[in-house]
């Protein structure tokens, strides 16, 4: 007797979200790069089609975060306070797919950077290197507005994906886009209904659909990834059920989240049983990862260079020759 | 040392000494009376306004209040200082003109269509007996010859005689020559004389129906003897101030003196709107022999002066669900003090004696074949879903949003409530006004018609946010954040705009929300559908009509057949009137609280799931609601 693995089929899709774009199409980027567009569940290759990779995309910053590991200025030392120059190193020494820019020093409390500075870092960026951009911004609603609106605005054409809007600050960052011609992570705290909930207010507003990226606001390893991963599990079976409304691509932010974590910063004198912080935060980084990924994520900020490495090669290994984009 | 001012604050006839000048707000604080200072007595809120009918008072000018209102006395009191000996009214806690939605004729007209039994056989009643006068050969005791006159028209049994009884007894037995009338309370198997008096006496015998929301109080005032509504009168639960919904009361009642602080203010809650109804009908309150009490369970714990701190902790057990009868001076309630007060029996700790009381108006126990739901949408949403068979009951945290707490203009359904509102083509508002008074605010009703008004005209979106596109020339500024102009200032009784804010309508959709997604659970915990269901019974302060399809349309009901909907107002009190006319009500709710399944939405994982669902206009899935789905695409 043969063993048949049971396979579900699903009535509907994961949209297919392109980032960046091409001098053809109105940017400057060299290539454009696309998530989304699966048919079955995460790496259930013998239940559907996936027809893009997860990607991998590394975080720069305008103002570099004061906790941050050692083990990140280790690796990039002073370019930490240069984004163009970080981003380069991203890119060339590290394989970074996307660059994000986190735009953390516009907060009216962490320094209050105007949002022509803010736009002069985002061009500075695209400027020195061809791969499709994030801009990543934070939870003060009126500063945040008028930094992205800017943003859209200096990079018209480039496809940058704005990250993020939130259900209760949606609609300026949201017109910009659609002006600009951008696309947009809708964010949204953990819950299946909050996150179908702004995509309705998003494409009521007649956002288009294949510009939405959603972040489930996931937790690192020890900080609620549980949780996380059976919200996006559900996310992700309910898009593929059919509900539209849920059939967007997502994005996750594993570097930001386990940087922050004690676990990953705690010196190894005071813990010397967790072993070398070398190393040990990259670890805390690729554990999040992976279950992230494995639970549908389409879109990774990773910070740790030796653990954007293992992801890499993770999903290379998984896909293997399937789908080569 | 100056002279001091005496200050009397109705309507709680509370008379303070204060010195000059003092602050009113101050003073009213310092009586410990519930007065709401929302901006903290910065004279910008409005909340803390009074009526002063008598007396000299310095008040600062406010734009909270326009002159018009000024000139008839109202002011605020965090900016009034005491000039003189004055008299000052609290508006908010004077009796709120509350109708009931139903009365006698809903009874006439559905006799054998409810579960409760509607005949006038009060267990307490007058009873005019003619004793024999003693003589050398019957020289029993007035009380034996009382018994003996009472054994003919009363199978005998045991009966006792209260203390109080036996000191009038042999005069009143003597006064009209042996022609007494009798107070006797047949409860809980046993059978007490409770008053007596001479037939010349000619007292009728009145019986109370009460039912303590945790936000609104109302009680009718019945005579036993026909069934007839003397007087009724509602407020708010004066018990507000240390909370708005029960677990917040009960947090409130943990610390040393607040279980006696909360049950004097229920307690001094009911004697006001006792002595507002006897004096309206023309009965002493000491004619009330008899009340019937409905609440929740936390509200009947503190009426009864018991903990409910175990109510709030899991596993969630209350001290009793079937309280016993108990004398009204053991209360401190200003009705005889040998009244019988008996409270509903709750089926446990969230689903309480308002619910079992209301289901004897609903016909939930007449059908074994139909299902039928009954909703009460109170502060503390109660559901019940089920027939004779069986029945499923669950509560949920609705907060007072309907009944006009919590909510910038909302208020109780009384005298200046807009109670329905209709926005026209060009986008103007029509409304409706209790009394066709100047316009104080919205209640339940207006809220609801509101809310699916903005909605369906496009002036919100689904989370309920303003649209700037078709909102815009009608939003105002207010401490609150940005409004929506409902009213202007000059057109509503306190000259201020009756604006609502985003917030007021989030947490007009939390309510909602927990209401329908309590539904919602409750089917499934039963394995039925929506459109299973046969008949839908609301209960709920709303005020005295509830618009059905609005409703449907912000989610707060399902998408089923609108015939399938009744509104009952308030049917706990209802309820507590069906108990007060015969005890044969009390074992009808006694069986109900046994025989009801109590499902605890609080462990229930997918509840939360459930709620957020429904935390949007009219929920995050549409295709659960097609009728509304049709009108939203025709507008979009
Ligand atoms: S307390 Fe706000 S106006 Fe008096």
Known sequence: MTFEIPRETNTGKIVEVTLGATAREGGTRSHTVTIGGSAALPFHFFEGNHSHRPVVAMEVFDKAHPKFPDALRDYFGEVLDKPGDMAKKCVSEYGAELISVRLEGTHPEKGNKSAEEAAEIVKQVLGSVSVPIIVTGHSHFEKINQVMKKVCEIAEGENCLINYVETDNYKTIAAACIAYNHTLVAQSPIDVNLAKQLNILLTDMDFPAERIVMDPLTGSLGYGLEYTYSIMERIRIDGLAGDKMLAFPMLVNPGYESALVKEARAEESDYPEWGSTEIRGAYWEIATAMSLLVSGAELLIMYHPKAVEAIKAKIKEMYGSRNGD | ?636
Request: negative net charge; proline residues 5%; contains cysteine.
């Open chain 2, 1 to 636: 040392m100056k002279k001091k001012h005496k200050v009397t604050i109705l309507p709680f006839d509370t008379i303070i000494e204060v010195q000059p000048r003092t602050n009113l707000l101050d003073a009213i604080n310092a009586a410990n009376l519930p007065l709401t200072a929302v901006c903290g007595g910065e004279g910008t809120c409005g909340e803390c306004v009074v009526q002063i009918t008598s007396g000299r008072y310095h008040s600062k000018p406010s734009a909270a209040l326009s002159d018009e209102i000024v000139s008839e006395g109202y002011a605020l009191a965090c900016q009034t200082f005491v000039e003189d000996d004055l008299t000052v009214v609290l508006p908010r806690f004077e009796e709120l003109s509350i109708r009931s939605v139903v009365d006698h004729e809903f009874f006439d007209e559905r006799r054998d269509l409810i579960s409760g039994i509607y005949e006038v056989d009060p267990p307490v009643q007058k009873i005019d007996l003619q004793v024999e006068a003693p003589s050398l050969e019957d020289n029993y005791s007035d009380l034996k010859r009382i018994e003996r006159a009472l054994g003919k028209s009363w199978p005998s049994g045991n009966i006792s005689c209260e203390y109080s009884v036996l000191k009038k007894m042999a005069y009143a037995v003597r006064k009209d020559h042996g022609k007494i009338s009798i107070v006797l309370a047949r409860l809980g198997g046993s059978r007490f004389i409770i008053d007596i008096f001479p037939q010349s006496e000619k007292k009728s015998v009145c019986g109370l129906a009460c039912d303590i929301g945790t936000s609104t109080v109302a009680l009718h005032l019945v005579d036993l003897s026909t069934g007839k509504f003397l007087g009724t009168a509602s407020s708010y639960n004066q018990q507000m101030k240390c909370g708005e919904d029960i677990i917040s009361r009960i947090n409130y009642s943990q610390k040393p003196g607040r279980l006696e602080e909360l049950h004097d203010l229920i307690i001094g809650t009911i004697n006001l709107l006792i002595k507002k109804a006897s004096e309206s009908a023309g009965v002493p309150p000491a004619d009330i022999y008899y009340a019937a009490i409905s609440g929740n369970t936390t509200m009947i714990h503190l009426f009864l002066n018991l903990n409910p701190n175990y109510i709030r902790e899991e596993p969630y057990v209350p001290t009793i669900n079937q309280p016993p009868v108990v004398r009204s001076q053991d209360l401190g309630l200003d009705l005889n003090p040998e009244a019988r007060v008996s409270c509903t029996p709750a089926v446990g700790s969230y689903v309480g004696g308002d619910i079992t009381s209301g289901l004897l108006c609903t016909p939930i126990l007449l059908d074994t074949e139909k299902v039928f739901l009954f909703l009460d949408a109170g502060t503390n949403g109660e559901l019940v879903v089920g027939n004779k068979e069986w029945l499923m009951t669950c509560a949920c945290s609705a907060g007072p949003a309907f009944e006009g707490s919590g909510i910038k203009c909302g208020m109780p359904a009384s005298e200046g409530a807009i109670e329905t509102i209709k926005i026209d083509d060009k986008g103007r508002f029509g409304y409706e006004v209790i009394n066709n008074a100047k316009p104080k605010g919205l209640c339940g009703s207006g809220l609801v018609d509101l809310l699916a008004e903005l909605f369906v005209h496009g002036f919100v979106d689904r989370n309920g946010k303003f649209i700037e596109r078709t909102a815009r020339n009608k939003i105002v500024q207010t401490e609150n954040g940005e409004g929506l102009l409902i009213v202007e200032g000059p057109k509503s009784f306190w000259g201020n705009d009756i604006v609502i804010t985003e917030k007021d309508i989030a947490n007009l959709i939390r309510t909602k929300g927990a209401i329908y997604s309590a539904c919602s659970m409750l089917l499934k915990s039963a394995g039925l559908k929506f459109h299973e269901i046969d008949s839908v019974y609301i209960a709920g302060g709303f005020g005295q009509h509830l618009d059905i399809e609005n409703s449907v349309r912000i989610g707060l009901l399902p998408d089923i057949e609108r015939a399938k909907f009744s509104y009952l107002g308030n049917s706990s009190l209802l309820g507590a009137y069906l108990m007060l006319l015969t005890d044969k009500n009390h074992s009808i709710v006694n069986k109900i609280a046994d025989q009801t399944t109590y499902i605890e939405l609080n462990t229930e994982p997918r509840y939360m799931n459930e709620f957020t669902g429904a935390l949007f206009l009219p929920h995050t899935e549409m295709d659960l609601f097609p009728s509304v789905k049709k009108v939203f695409d025709r507008i979009r």
